[in-house]
């Protein structure tokens, strides 16, 4: 399934299905040190209740997707599972794009809170969130492990979206 549905500036968002859940897996692959693979994006992507919005590259719809968000609605609660965006082309903007035009799509689902989990130490990720006035309602310490047994922080953020 192909739904491109806005062009902002150089990219174009598009919801995508289980059928592109390879190259979202490659992109997520490029963006998280664990993988998720394309069985678990297929199994993700097939559910009517996650969007997956990634951002094409304008006048390149067949170029491997510049940057990814996935999320779950549920009632009038929804939760970012996962974004990212391509090393490359990070710091541009494109994150909050992707994730206001997230916002659209949740919003449209009547979904009222949005939640999400980050680790404390990933300085973008809680920025981007934090400029967007995410609030921080927990704190799960100890709760991400590295590779190399460093323990980190989950803070658990919300946004209303009413
Ligand atoms: C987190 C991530 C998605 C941000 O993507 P991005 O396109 O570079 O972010 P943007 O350029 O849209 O920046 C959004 C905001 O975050 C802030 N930000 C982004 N990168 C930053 C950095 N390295 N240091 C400090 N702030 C940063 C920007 O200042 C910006 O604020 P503004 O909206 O007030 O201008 C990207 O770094 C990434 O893919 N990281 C790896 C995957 C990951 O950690 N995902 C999040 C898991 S919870």
Redesign the pocket.
């Given at each position: 399934m192909r739904i491109p549905f806005l062009k902002n500036n150089e990219v174009i968002f598009e919801q995508v299905s289980d059928d592109r859940a390879d190259e979202v897996a490659r992109l997520h692959a490029s963006?998280?040190d664990r993988h998720w693979g394309k069985a678990e994006f297929a199994r993700l992507l097939v559910q009517d209740n996650v969007i997956c919005i990634v951002a094409n590259e304008v006048g390149r719809p067949q170029a491997a997707p510049l940057?990814f968000a996935l999320a779950r609605f549920a009632a009038e609660e929804a939760e970012?599972l996962?974004?990212?965006?391509e090393?490359a082309?990070?710091?541009?903007?494109?994150?909050?794009?992707l994730m206001d035009e997230m916002i659209r799509q949740l919003h449209a689902q009547q979904a009222v809170s949005l939640f999400?989990?980050?680790?404390s130490d990933?300085?973008?990720?809680v920025?981007?969130y934090r400029?967007?006035h995410f609030e921080e309602v927990a704190e799960r310490p100890s709760y991400y492990s590295s590779d190399a047994g460093k323990k980190s922080t989950a803070l658990v953020m919300r946004l209303d979206l009413v």
């Amino acid at each position: 399934m192909r739904i491109p549905f806005l062009k902002n500036n150089e990219v174009i968002f598009e919801q995508v299905s289980d059928d592109r859940a390879d190259e979202v897996a490659r992109l997520h692959a490029s963006c998280f040190d664990r993988h998720w693979g394309k069985a678990e994006f297929a199994r993700l992507l097939v559910q009517d209740n996650v969007i997956c919005i990634v951002a094409n590259e304008v006048g390149r719809p067949q170029a491997a997707p510049l940057a990814f968000a996935l999320a779950r609605f549920a009632a009038e609660e929804a939760e970012i599972l996962s974004i990212g965006v391509e090393p490359a082309r990070r710091g541009k903007g494109l994150a909050r794009k992707l994730m206001d035009e997230m916002i659209r799509q949740l919003h449209a689902q009547q979904a009222v809170s949005l939640f999400l989990e980050v680790d404390s130490d990933n300085t973008p990720a809680v920025s981007l969130y934090r400029n967007m006035h995410f609030e921080e309602v927990a704190e799960r310490p100890s709760y991400y492990s590295s590779d190399a047994g460093k323990k980190s922080t989950a803070l658990v953020m919300r946004l209303d979206l009413v």
